[in-house]
């Protein structure tokens, strides 16, 4: 039993140091590798403050992180073609910079979560999941038939996307910005967590008539924390678009969402760390057993179902039970 | 007659065929605590949530402070200055005792938009808390975690929750349910104070508490109430004893 605050800080030195290493072994396909842990970490982050604090099985965030890939493949698509981006009276002319990219991202999927959680959170329990597979779905067949960004074949971007002063061709540069990001994106989490929006959001997912009677609105928590979950799901889906040059309906697909579901229960629902440690054994098990058989995913199976019967506070639960209240 | 401050017309609600409410007028006054009592079954968590939002009845109305609340939320009514208690206690059983109360606190504060700094750190927020948990006498318990209380304690806590709100009235459905005799008398004691800073609505089967307690009782009886007095006057009532006290007594 270690103290969660070591455990964090572990997880993320280890992902680094591993990255490094990799670097000065010239391994640029372990960074690539780690590069994924650490986009996907992201995209389970971000389904975590949904799923972890807010309580909201949310089986449609493939929806989020499809349309941060095509907010950066359609960008990319039009500055890279030379070929403005018509939307009725605007005129964009696409972008290949990612802070441009990311922001769109973020604020495309923002305003889907909006309008989904709007529609979702009025039904609790299995229906919300239902309503939001359902939107994932909705997603998933309108980008395959929406043939000027490249229907089912989804869109190739022939170079990586730049960052201001930094070179993104190189590895090690795009992991350690991803890297950046993931470390914000974790610092806000724990904030978030701790903050009275946290404390009153934690309260409307255990007993929402309480939050009511002293006087706050459940709904309008669990709205937020589904629209701050959906854009940073989002952000991920564009850095995962740039990190393969490359986007296609898959990345809306509903086995999307449940993965990342998957990621988050495996690490540990709730926890900080838990959705960095569940994509790193993951990938690590896609890339350890994908070569040896093409049904490694039994094995996953096989580990999820364990940490479901025996730890319902997945990985991160065993190494660090949770403690009460936080100072 | 001093205006009510919160008053009940005419509810009625039905559960298929049932009448749970039948017609309910009741008001509760500035300084008094008044209690409802009933046997099982007789609607009094019924009334209790048509009046703090829970449940919209099917006709009549309530009115808190002189403002007709019938069409608002649990929510709105608890904004507007109504503190409850649960019957069965409502609290987020993972969280810390002060966790608990610092959420009535925020709810008092009406500012939960605030995304970075920690609650505890709060120092508004955390001295409301304390000093409410520190009222009802779980100030050495703080920092535990809230499922690991014991029964009565868990009811000391849904009255902490309602002080952190300073309600122009509390609303409060058997409180002393499981407390014990020793718990039972401190809550009672505890209540008897309470009146001065708000009214008290409160649904109670303790009898040695409601009698020591109530300025007004009324008795509730499938739905209706079927007499309203003081303590004396309730105690003298034939018709009571008949459909109430008669098995007590
Ligand atoms: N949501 C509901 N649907 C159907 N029937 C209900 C519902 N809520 C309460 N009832 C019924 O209405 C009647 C009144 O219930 P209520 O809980 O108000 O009684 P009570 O006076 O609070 O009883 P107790 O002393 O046991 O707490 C009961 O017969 C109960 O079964
Ligand atoms: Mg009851």
Request: glycine share 12%; aromatic share 8%.
């Amino acid at each position: 039993m270690i103290r969660e605050r070591y455990l964090n800080l572990g997880v993320l030195a280890l992902l680094l140091a591993l990255a490094l290493l990799a670097r000065l072994a010239d391994q640029s396909f372990t960074i690539t590798v780690l590069t994924k842990v650490v986009i996907l970490a992201l995209a389970a982050a971000g389904l975590n403050i949904a799923l972890g604090l807010g309580g909201l099985v949310s089986l449609g965030h493939a929806v989020f992180f499809g349309l941060g890939g095509y907010a950066m493949g359609i960008l990319a698509f039009h500055a890279q073609n030379f070929a403005p981006l018509e939307l009725g009276p605007l005129t964009i002319a696409g972008s290949k910079s990612m802070p441009v990219i990311w922001l769109t991202a973020i604020a495309v999927s923002a305003l889907a979560a909006l309008v989904i959680g709007l529609l979702s959170l009025r039904t609790s329990g299995v229906y919300f999941i239902m309503i939001t597979l359902a939107f994932g779905q909705m997603f998933y067949y309108f980008s395959i038939s929406w043939a000027a960004y490249g229907g089912e074949d989804g869109l190739s971007i022939y170079i990586r996307n730049g960052f201001p002063g930094l070179n993104m061709l190189d590895p090690i540069q795009f992991f350690g910005i991803c890297f950046a990001v993931l470390c914000l994106v974790l610092l806000f989490s724990d904030r978030l967590a701790r903050s009275p929006f946290g404390l009153a959001l934690n309260a409307a997912r255990q007993v929402p008539v309480r939050v009511e009677t002293v006087g706050l609105s459940p709904m309008r928590l669990k709205l937020l924390a589904f629209v701050i979950s959906g854009a940073i799901t989002g952000l991920a889906g564009a850095l995962y678009a740039d990190l393969n040059r490359f986007v296609s309906p898959t990345m809306f697909s509903w086995q999307l969402s449940g993965e990342l579901m998957v990621l988050v229960i495996l690490g540990g629902v709730g926890r900080l760390i838990g959705p960095v440690v569940g994509a790193a054994i993951f990938v690590a098990l896609e890339q350890l057993l994908g070569g040896l058989t093409a049904f490694w995913q039994i094995w996953l199976g096989v580990i999820l179902l364990l940490i479901v019967l025996f730890a319902r506070g997945g990985v991160v639960g065993l190494i660090a039970p949770k403690g009460v209240g936080h100072d | 007659m001093t205006e009510p401050v919160l008053a009940t017309h005419d509810l009625t609600k039905s559960f298929g065929a049932l009448r749970a409410s039948d017609g309910i007028s009741i008001d509760l006054r500035p300084g008094e605590i008044h209690a409802i009592i009933g046997p099982n079954g007789a609607g009094k968590s019924t009334l209790i949530h048509q009046i703090c939002g829970g449940l919209r009845p099917d006709s009549g109305s309530v009115r808190l402070l002189g403002r007709d609340v019938t069409a608002e939320g649990i929510a709105a009514r608890s904004r507007a200055g109504l503190g409850r208690t649960f019957q069965i206690s409502a609290l987020a059983m993972e969280d810390s005792v002060l966790q608990n109360a610092m959420l009535g606190a925020l709810g008092h504060s009406g500012r939960p938009w605030r995304f970075w700094r920690p609650a505890h750190a709060d120092a508004d927020l955390r001295a409301r808390a304390e000093d409410s948990l520190r009222r009802v006498g779980l100030a050495d318990h703080m920092h535990m975690r809230t499922a690991n209380l014991s029964h009565g304690q868990r009811r000391q806590l849904e009255v902490a929750v309602a002080l952190t709100l300073d309600p122009k009235a509390f609303i409060m459905d058997e409180p002393m349910a499981g407390l014990g005799a020793e718990g039972s008398a401190l809550l009672t004691r505890f209540l008897d104070g309470l009146r001065a800073e708000a009214p008290i609505l409160l649904v109670e089967h303790d009898m040695d508490a409601v009698f020591a307690l109530a300025d007004r009782i009324s008795v509730l009886v499938y739905g209706r109430v079927i007499a309203t007095g003081s303590a004396r006057d309730i105690r003298a009532s034939a018709e009571v004893r008949e459909a109430y006290l008669g098995e007590e007594a």
